[in-house]
């Protein structure tokens, strides 16, 4: 199985900081990898797919970027609605895996 | 408006079997690649299985053998059954549509399926 790594596990962050959340596959996903928001209580929501393609919605401070294993999600000037935590995918290979998680929450 | 709404959930005792639906409405469900994911409490999310439009159909190690995944296309529902729980299958289940990408656009709200004795 494609394992996927998330750094860092956590962070700390204020209302119109910018904020990067690092995913590292165990090997090479080309641009098959997914980013997801998901707040307590609810459904994953998907933000970014194919690595770089922003989800219908979703507001354009959220970006990804990357290719083949290393790949980055990142959150244009955040906002209070933005604290959640994030979970990247790869879609590779059918064995489908996601990231351990990155919970953004409030300095 | 596309939606998912699952039910099924529920308190089982280890060994026991429970089976889930995933009502669909909005879209077909057989015309789209669907998919089960899990969560346990307090962890991340865990793909747990796919059925693709063609029927085709694909597991988790952790659940081959035990689960299985299958659609009713007259009542545009997908069910997971699930055989032989285990402590460790305790979780927020969730049915969720494939948009392509194999990236998940549309969820369901979750049902907790709690297996202990």
């Known amino acids: 199985d494609i394992q996927m790594t998330q750094s860092p596990s956590s962070l700390s962050a204020s209302v119109g900081d910018r904020v990067t959340i690092t995913c590292r596959a165990s090997q090479t996903i080309t641009r098959y990898l997914n980013w997801y928001q998901q707040k307590p209580g609810k459904a994953p929501k998907l933000l970014i797919y194919a690595a770089s393609s922003l989800q219908s919605g979703v507001p354009s401070r959220f970006s990804g970027s990357g290719f083949g294993t290393d790949f980055t999600l990142t959150i244009n000037s955040l906002q209070p609605e933005d604290f959640a935590t994030y979970y990247c995918q790869q879609s590779y290979s059918t064995l489908w895996t996601f990231g351990q998680g990155t919970k953004v929450e409030i300095k | 408006e596309v939606q998912l709404v699952e039910s099924g959930g529920g308190l089982v005792q280890p060994g026991g079997s429970l089976r889930l639906s995933c009502a669909a409405s909005?879209?077909?469900?057989?015309?789209?690649?669907m998919s089960w994911v899990r969560q346990a409490p307090g962890k991340g999310l865990e793909w747990v299985s796919v059925i693709y439009s063609g029927g085709d159909t694909y597991s988790a190690d952790s659940v081959k053998g035990r689960f299985t995944i299958s659609r009713d296309n007259p009542k545009n529902t997908l069910y997971l059954q699930m055989n032989s729980l285990r402590a460790a299958d305790t979780a927020v289940y969730y049915c969720?549509?494939?948009?392509?990408?194999?990236?998940?656009?549309?969820w369901g709200q979750g049902t907790l399926v709690t297996v202990s004795s």
């Open positions: 909005g879209f077909t469900v057989s015309n789209n690649y």
């Open positions: 969720a549509r494939d948009i392509g990408h194999s990236a998940f656009d549309t």
